[in-house]
């Protein structure tokens, strides 16, 4: 087993509507990312999760 291996879920929640804004009412993602999402590394997902959707959902509220 990889030690440095980590498993990052979606952020989905299953309320999948874009807004206005063109980000996903439920996770906060745009169309884009949540595309990549497949494609993207460990790094990068947990970079969304932590940073910037938390960062999202501020702003919306």
Do not use: K, T, Y
């Given at each position: 087993m990889?030690?440095s291996?980590?498993?990052?879920?979606?952020?989905?929640?299953g309320?999948?509507?874009?807004?206005?804004?063109?980000?996903?009412?439920g996770?906060?993602?745009?169309?884009?990312?949540?595309?990549?999402w497949?494609?993207m590394?460990?790094?990068?997902?947990?970079?969304?999760?932590?940073?910037?959707?938390p960062?999202?959902?501020?702003?919306?509220?």
């Amino acid at each position: 087993m990889n030690p440095s291996f980590r498993a990052v879920l979606s952020p989905c929640v299953g309320i999948c509507s874009l807004g206005d804004d063109g980000l996903c009412d439920g996770c906060h993602r745009s169309a884009a990312e949540i595309s990549r999402w497949s494609q993207m590394n460990d790094d990068q997902r947990l970079h969304l999760i932590e940073i910037v959707l938390p960062l999202r959902e501020v702003q919306r509220a």
